[in-house]
């Protein structure tokens, strides 16, 4: 799978939209772009993937560049909840192995949300 | 019945000592995951069973031994575990349908300390 780049942590306000950034410039014609998060002492959890058009759903919204190299994660209206590491991760809907195989997370952004 | 169940949540175990983790789902998941988690870093896979077999095995070392018993439960057996052993354990599941539109679902871990 085509690797993840993202900033290492990024900072906001409560009640404000807040733009998480992934780029990955080497992504294949056939790579989905999920993301994840992992809230302070839990496990990380789904929110959101696409393939080539913007995506929303009850979570975030995702938004993919026209050039797929790079896909923003859209939280409309933070709250002190959303803080959390976001995992951007790409998955080859190709992926040959046959059958289930785990997901690889990158580093992740580490998302504060400020009062 | 979305989710993952871990148990115990912490486990405080000796190196001489015999222990296991269990994790249960019953979402008709046939992939399930083992994920081990240091801190402040991302999780890394383990193991991977679909189908109640043993697909992938990230060359973990033989002192931890994973089985599904049923599609429903994981258990990963821990036996002369060393002090860098000391991490979150995640367990997680997915239907097996390959890469395109699988969700990963996680349990809230276990947080093991090895002593």
């Known amino acids: 799978d085509a690797k993840t780049t993202q900033p290492n942590s990024m900072e906001s306000n409560e009640e404000e939209p807040v733009h998480l950034p992934c780029n990955h410039s080497?992504?294949?014609?056939?790579?989905?772009i999920h993301w994840y998060r992992q809230l302070p002492s839990q496990g990380p959890e789904y929110v959101i993937h696409?393939?080539?058009s913007n995506v929303n759903n009850r979570m975030a919204s995702l938004a993919i560049a026209e050039d797929r190299k790079s896909s923003t994660l859209i939280l409309h209206r933070a709250t002190l909840r959303d803080a959390a590491v976001y995992y951007c991760?790409?998955?080859?809907?190709?992926?040959?192995?046959?059958?289930?195989?785990?997901?690889?997370f990158g580093k992740g952004t580490h998302l504060i949300i400020q009062p | 019945d979305t989710e993952v169940t871990q148990t115990p949540k912490h486990l405080v175990m000796g190196m001489t000592n015999k222990k296991s983790l269990k994790c249960e789902q019953h979402?008709?998941?046939?992939?399930m995951y083992w994920y081990k988690q240091k801190a402040k870093k991302p999780p890394e896979l383990m193991f991977v069973?679909?189908?109640?077999?043993?697909?992938i095995n990230e060359s973990v070392p033989s002192r931890f031994s994973p089985e599904c018993p049923n599609s429903s439960l994981l258990n990963l057996h821990l036996h002369a575990l060393q002090p860098e052993d000391s991490a979150l354990y995640l367990c997680?599941?997915?239907?097996?349908?390959?890469?395109?539109?699988?969700?990963?679902?996680f349990g809230q871990g276990t947080r093991l300390t090895v002593v």
């Open positions: 997680a599941s997915s239907q097996d349908q390959g890469r395109t539109n699988t969700e990963a679902f």
């Open positions: 080497t992504i294949s014609g056939t790579d989905y």
């Open positions: 696409g393939l080539t």
């Open positions: 991760i790409l998955r080859d809907r190709l992926y040959s192995g046959g059958g289930a195989d785990g997901l690889t």
């Open positions: 979402m008709g998941h046939r992939a």
């Open positions: 069973y679909s189908y109640e077999k043993l697909s």
